[in-house]
């Protein structure tokens, strides 16, 4: 769009400009360095032959005082009545007012180059200063590249908060940032220290200085002399003039300046032509001590003003016939070419002093370029570049800036304030008689010597003053502990077990944490658990054991009910009878003691082959299913307890039950045993608390942490219901908070169980490994670390970041803690070391397992008596069978024949077969009928034989109504007493003969009985 309108307006002819312009210069009465660039500006545009070929520009000075705007206006007016093309300056708010009013009067553009925070502009009026609110914008980037969240802004005058009001702003956008204002006003002589101490307590560090630039150094200097210009500190100086003041006082100290320059005096333009300004000067014998680093912003600008009013005249001469008339200030006939000459000027872009000059629609240079400085040892460095569009840009990388930080280190020594704990600062045996670094060792003396290793520099230990790690005073706004001694920079760096909060945050910087911890609660050791009684039942739940108990009973009663369902489990045998047999293969009974005895005493040997009592009731029961209720408890109890009983399924039913059961019994048996042995050897503990829940539940136990701490402060700010109140407890009463660690440390032992200190997970792993009685109790309540505090904005953060992290991967903060943990100072004296061999258990582990034992043979007693008196009970139901009178035989020898015989007793239901056979020797017997007795019959494999009652009545031996046929007794001798029995070979084999078939029996009661003579026994085995 400029381009069309200038090739239009090339394009019109005209007349050429009349060969001398006048153009008129107003300057301060003490102005010479802005008179001098305007009378220089002219001369450098007259000897320019692509500029004004034509004509010569004419300088019309006049000096006014600054704040005299009558005398500035007749001044003015007289200048036109002679005829200007322009008139520039001055450089004063007031005067230039009435100047720029007088000028819009009679439309003659008005050129000014100093700052005016006006955001708008009189028709015609210029102004080649950068618009202020663009300059406010870029003050706003720089603040947010250097990442500033809380600084100081100390300004002088009034229109300071005006430039820096888009900084101002900061605070209503971002919640994080911190903005204090402070006015810079003098004492007397000018003495700014009373103020900078007050900044200087209230750990102010970072400044954004709005002064004028003559009042820069007498600021700096006393900022010096109160201490806040060290490394800590960083200002923004808001002046486009740093560079024309001397700062080698404030080049060695580290402190970072920065500010913002129009003007490069290091560029060859600037060079060429303020040597032009001396020499010309010389050459009137006028001496003036002005070098290229000494112009400043405003007078550059007068420089650029006169080129540009020069170019757009120049342009303007190609398109109209320009006349320079004289104006009258009285009538107010204004100029007719001073519009279009104002708008070439708007239109024009060009390389001046202080970079490119170019203006938007409104007549404001908004698009211009700002170097970014700072303060290096060998003076004010470029850093940076701000514009409109990209904002503030480094151009310095990381390297760069981490190089010269580390290289700021070299030798220098830094003061480290930290605070006697172990294992971290601890004082040397041997401390007395040593000085310096030399008295302490620890943790963190080790770090920071191997820090100092890789940075260069030198440290010096000093105990902290009030022997606190640092908390906030609300009353007072002020830091306690090594953090107030960083504030108030009695110290360089806090090494020490210091947690890094976000309280501490607010105050201070920290390094990258060099060891990650967390609270927790240390108490005394709980003492071992006496072992429970019944611990073998331990390895399952309670309701497992109610479950194997239910599924016991229910499988039982399935197993019952199934095998009287199924009609294969039925067994067809009804009785076994088991037998001896002589030497010559003849089956014999086994001797019954009790007939043995009795028959003995009598003196009458006998030779009884066979007794045998038979139930009805017991045939009834066992002719039917094997599994009854009692077997089937029986079978599945063996089963268990992996024990075999002589009962076993039949049927595919009961097998099935069986073999599931089986299943469950060896899945059971082998967790039950896998587990049994961990509960019978591992020692457990009987701990009052397991957690911080269960610390905050009871009131038994109390607890606390150090007044000032992190610990502390994480309980009072924590928003966890658990938390907040065991926070509420502690702080109830002032007893529950210890002075230091070793305090609390040795109230938890003292007061054995009833109290519990929280502190961090890293000192309670020191202690317990030292103090075996105390134990560290559930896990970490947070996650923090440990860092390297130093104060705020500190340049030496990055690289001591850097070194810990190079530490960290090289293993060296590992060896480092198993040094001092567990190494040093009695580490390691609590380590529990295995035992090569298992423990052998002793009676408390297995106690309960004979208690079992001894009350199940207790109630195996009781039932064994319960039994017997149940039988007694049941035998004392039966009666005698009398024979008739006159058909039972008495003995006339001192026996009777009750003492030698058993009458037969006749059972409910029942019947007894008893059979006597006399052998060699006289034996008292009672006489029977036919003398010989007959064989038994072989029914069905049952013995069965038949005698009369007459016979049952006459024989020695009482034997059932139906047992005695088929056998002839022997003839009776006298009265029945001293006669021989029958021979054994007379008859057949006794009891059962050779023509039986052959059945497996069993017999449930049976007596048998042997005659004392009678030898060559063998036990056989069982036979059908």
Known sequence: MRLIVLLILFLHSGS????????????????????????????????????????????????IPPQDSFYASKRVCKALSDGLGGIFGPQSGVTSTHVQSICDSLEVPHVETRYDYRLTRDDYSINLYPHPHALGQAFVDLVSAMKWKKFTVLYEKSEGLVRLQEVLKLSSNDKDMKITIRQLTPGLGGDYRPLLKSMKTSGETQIILDCLITTVPDVLKQAQQVGIMTAYHSYLITSLDLHTIELEDFKYGGTNITAFRLVDPTSDVVKSVVQDWVLGELRYGRKIPFHEKSIRTETALVYDAVQLFARALTDLDRSQNIQITPLDCVDGEPWQHGTSLLNYMKLVEAEGLTGKIQFDSEGFRSNFDLEIIELKKDGLNKVGVWNKETGANFTRNFTEAYSEIVESLHNKTLI??????????????????????????????????????????????????????????????????????????????????????YEREQGVDFTMPFMNLGVTILFKKPKAKDPYLFSFL???????????????????????????????????????????????????????????????????????????????????????????????????????????????????????????????????????????????????????????????????????????GSTAAFFRDSKIPTYSRMWVFMDSDDKNFVKSNSAGVERVIKENGKYAFLMESTTVEYIVERKCDLTQIGGLLDSKGYGIALPPNSP??????????????????????????????????????????????????????????????????????????????????????????????????????????????SYENGQVTHLDLAAHAPVSHCPGENGVLSPMNDNGGFLTTSLSVAALNQTSCAVPHHSMQGWALPPSGGNGCGNPGPEMGNGPPPILPPTAKHHHHHSHRYHQEQCPHFSGFKEDNDVS
């Open 16 to 63: 050429p400009l009349p060969p001398s312009i006048k153009i008129g210069g107003l300057f301060d009465m003490a102005d010479t360095i802005h008179e001098i660039a305007f009378r220089y500006a002219v001369d450098r545009i007259n000897n320019d032959r692509d500029i004004l070929p034509r004509t010569q520009l004419t300088a019309q000075i006049e000096r």
């Open 416 to 501: 480290i304030t930290t605070i006697l704990t172990e294992p971290y600062s601890m004082y040397k045996e041997n401390s007395e008689a040593l000085t310096g670094n030399a008295r302490f060792e620890g943790y963190n003396v080790d770090l920071i010597d191997e820090i100092s290793k890789i940075l260069g520099f030198n440290y010096s230990f000093h105990m902290v003053e009030d022997g606190t790690y640092g908390s906030y005073d609300e009353k007072t706004k002020t830091w306690s502990g090594m953090i107030g001694e960083l504030l108030s920079q009695k110290a360089d760096l806090a090494v020490a077990d210091l947690t890094i909060t």
């Open 538 to 708: 331990s390895p399952l739940a309670l309701d497992v054991w109610i479950y194997m108990m239910t599924a016991y009973l229910a499988v039982s009663l399935l197993l019952f009910i199934l095998a009287r369902i199924s009609p294969y489990e039925t067994s067809g045998v009804v009785n076994d009878v088991y037998w001896r047999n002589d030497e010559k293969g003849s089956r014999l009974a086994r001797p019954d003691p009790i007939y043995e005895t009795l028959f003995s005493g009598c003196g009458r040997p006998v030779r009884t082959i066979g007794t045998q009592v038979e139930d009805r009731r017991e045939q009834e029961k066992n002719s039917g299913d094997t599994f009854t209720l009692l077997n089937s408890f029986w079978f599945m109890i063996a089963s268990l307890l992996q024990q075999g009983t002589d009962l076993l399924p039949r049927a595919v039913s009961t097998r099935m039950v069986a073999g599931m059961w089986w299943f469950f019994t060896l899945i059971m048996i082998s967790s039950y045993t896998a587990n049994l042995a961990a509960f019978l050897t591992v020692e457990r503990m009987d701990s009052p608390i397991e957690s911080a829940e269960d610390l905050a539940k009871q009131n038994t136990i109390s607890y606390g942490s150090l007044r000032a």
């Open 796 to 905: 030496f953060r990055t690289p001591i970041s850097s070194a810990i992290l190079q530490l960290q991967e090289g293993g060296k903060l590992h060896m480092l803690k198993e040094k001092w943990w567990k190494q040093r100072k009695g580490g390691g004296k609590c380590q529990e070391v295995p035992e090569k061999e298992a423990a052998a258990l002793n009676l408390s582990n297995v106690g309960g397992v004979f208690v079992v034992l001894l009350g199940g043979l207790g109630v195996a007693c009781i039932i064994a008596v319960a039994e017997y008196l149940w039988n007694k009970r049941q035998m004392q139901k039966f009666k005698p069978a009398t024979p008739p009178p006159g058909h039972l035989s008495t003995c006339t020898t001192n026996s009777t024949l009750n003492t030698l015989t058993r009458p037969a007793n």
